[in-house]
């Protein structure tokens, strides 16, 4: 059984420029929520998406962004990159939103902006 | 707004000792995990704790639960080289339609020969 699908796995983006991360949850798995990871901040929630819906956002700036899409695979984009926004994006794939099947990590992105 | 703290951040330990990593949460939640990460590597799940004196072992990990104080400890026995990693504990709360986890502050655990 696939697990949760990250890619790219590394990005080396320049400020200013924007960048779309992706996300493939397990089959079957219809939410998927993104957590973004620094050693200041520690893991902090970006977005929570299930049914192509966002049901739920973190306390982040409106140049994060995300979508989900029919499959249930998942991008975040931000946008105007900023030094701090380097990060490991990680995404969690739930069977579903609002009750507790358990999450499952992917891999994760490293971001770094130059 | 819910908080999650762990102690303690850094925790440098023999092999063969026994040792606990502590994790407050402020407000009610309706699950408590503990997860561990390797440098560079994602999260791995290690245990979800139910309800109030919910204990679960595996190994030489042991978490428990205990609702009323808002506390859980991931108890450690008889360290071992590679226990070493990061620990974080987080918990995660239902409006009904979301969830999300919040994690706490996270353990680097380093276990010393």
């Known amino acids: 059984k696939a697990g949760v699908t990250q890619t790219p796995r590394y990005l080396i983006k320049t400020r200013g420029q924007q960048v779309t991360l992706s996300c493939s949850p397990i089959s079957g798995h219809r939410s998927v929520s993104w957590y973004q990871q620094t050693p200041g901040q520690g893991l902090q929630f970006l977005f929570e998406?299930?049914?192509?819906?966002?049901?739920n956002k973190g306390n982040f700036p409106g140049r994060f962004s995300g979508r989900q899409f029919s499959n249930s695979r998942s991008e975040m984009n931000v946008s105007t990159l900023e030094l701090g926004d380097s990060a490991l994006y990680l995404c969690?794939?739930?069977?579903?939103?609002?009750?507790?099947?358990?999450?499952?990590f992917g891999s994760g992105t490293r971001l770094t902006v130059v | 707004e819910l908080k999650v703290e762990q102690n303690p951040l850094f925790l440098s330990m023999q092999e063969g000792k026994n040792y606990t990593i502590y994790c407050n949460y402020s407000?009610?939640?309706?699950?408590l995990y503990w997860y561990r990460q390797d440098p560079g590597k994602s999260l791995e799940s290690l245990f979800v704790?139910?309800?109030?004196?919910a204990v679960k072992q595996e190994g030489r990990l042991m978490a428990s639960l205990d609702t009323k104080a808002r506390l859980s400890t991931l108890h450690i026995t008889a360290a071992v080289h590679d226990l070493s990693a990061t620990y974080f504990c987080?918990?995660?709360?239902?409006?009904?339609?979301?969830?999300?986890?919040?994690f706490g502050t996270g353990t680097r655990l380093q276990v010393t020969l």
């Open positions: 407000t009610t939640s309706d699950r």
């Open positions: 998406y299930f049914s192509e819906t966002q049901r």
């Open positions: 704790l139910l309800s109030n004196g």
């Open positions: 987080a918990v995660v709360r239902y409006t009904g339609t979301a969830s999300k986890l919040t």
């Open positions: 969690a794939s739930s069977l579903r939103s609002g009750v507790n099947y358990g999450y499952t």
